[in-house]
């Protein structure tokens, strides 16, 4: 006994009466190569289209039996016996089919590579949406990111005074100004930005982030939710600039991580602001009073948890060409 199986339409009736095992000879390849050049001239499988056809195993009886004898029939009128008339020779018929193969081939090949690209595309943008565009490329490249340092960089930290017991019946806020600098990380309402990395921009880290954090304020203080109008929603963010190191933790699914004390201090800021106000170290004032833009009041000398006393300021506004000779706004 064997099993029925669909390849064996292409064996010849004195090999299949006594498969297993495999025989082999001249006559038998003739006859299989036939039922190839029929599969390509009525572009369909072998006996299907028999109108005494019913099954595989019936077929493969019919065959073995050999009285009478079982062969596929070519169809008159069909589109072989149409391109043979046309043509009047067998091989341009089959030389024309296969020129429409090889093209139809090429034309799924294209398609299958536009496809790949397409989705090789999304995956970069999604890489692209986790890890800063330098980085992402080079791992894209195969290359390794090295941890470095950075001599200089502005971390915001920010926090949704009251978050815990809003967030069941309120949904996620959404910030749409972050542009220049890169979004390190989001736990909860708690937001991590950072900016001076991985591409160095001088001092200019500070005023990204410093106008960042003004533009969120005015954000917050114009959001309405939509099912609690009556509540206002409050913000708590703080900065601090300083020297970090940055590099990539993980292989399945790699994050871009910062490490050192100007992280850690940037979230004390946060932690020990107020709510509604932008609590900045006195690092980021010195950098920030070089740009002679930004209105910048003293909080004072506060004890900050694993730092001690230190003296922070509150950032107040930016004055522009557009604001100039407007009332700012107070502190709240």
């Not at 046309?86 to 034309?107: C, I, K, P, T, W």
């Not at 005074?161 to 309120?170: E, I």
């Not at 001092?203 to 003004?214: C, D, G, P, T, Y």
């Amino acid at each position: 006994m064997y099993v029925s199986l669909p390849e064996l339409l292409w064996m010849a009736p004195e090999h299949l009466r006594v498969y297993p095992p495999r025989q082999i000879s001249q006559s038998g390849d003739v006859y299989s190569f036939a039922i190839i050049l029929y599969e390509m001239c009525t572009r369909t499988e072998p006996y299907t289209d028999e109108t005494w056809y019913q099954s595989l195993d019936d077929t493969l009886r019919r065959i073995k039996r050999g009285s009478p004898c079982v062969r596929p029939t070519l169809k008159e009128g069909g589109p072989f016996a149409q391109d043979a008339s046309a043509s009047h020779n067998v091989m341009d018929v089959l030389l024309r089919r296969m020129e429409q193969y090889a093209n139809n081939l090429e034309g799924l090949v294209e398609a299958k590579t536009q496809a790949f690209l397409d989705e090789k595309r999304r995956s970069e943008e999604l890489l692209y949406q986790v890890l800063p565009r330098s980085v992402a490329n080079q791992l894209l490249t195969g290359k390794s990111v090295n941890p470095e340092a950075f001599d200089s960089v502005t971390v915001y930290f920010s926090d949704i005074v009251g978050f815990t017991s809003m967030s069941a019946v309120s949904t996620a806020f959404q910030e749409s100004v972050v542009r220049a600098p890169f979004r390190v990380e989001t736990i909860g309402d708690a937001y991590m930005v950072v900016s001076g990395l991985p591409e160095r921009n001088g001092i200019e880290h500070v005023r990204q982030i410093a106008r960042m954090s003004l533009t969120i304020l005015r954000n917050v203080r114009q959001f309405v939710i939509s099912h609690m109008p009556q509540t206002s929603l409050k913000a708590r963010i703080g900065l601090h600039s300083g020297p970090v190191c940055a590099g990539v933790v993980g292989r399945k699914m790699p994050r871009y991580c910062l490490f050192g004390d100007t992280v850690n201090t940037a979230s004390r800021m946060e932690s020990s602001g107020e709510a509604m106000k932008i609590q900045i170290s006195d690092e980021t004032r010195t950098l920030l009073k070089t740009f002679e833009t930004f209105v910048i009041t003293k909080r004072g000398i506060i004890e900050v948890k694993g730092k001690g006393s230190m003296t922070t300021y509150w950032l107040i506004d930016e004055i522009t060409t557009q604001n100039d000779g407007l009332d700012l706004p107070m502190p709240i």
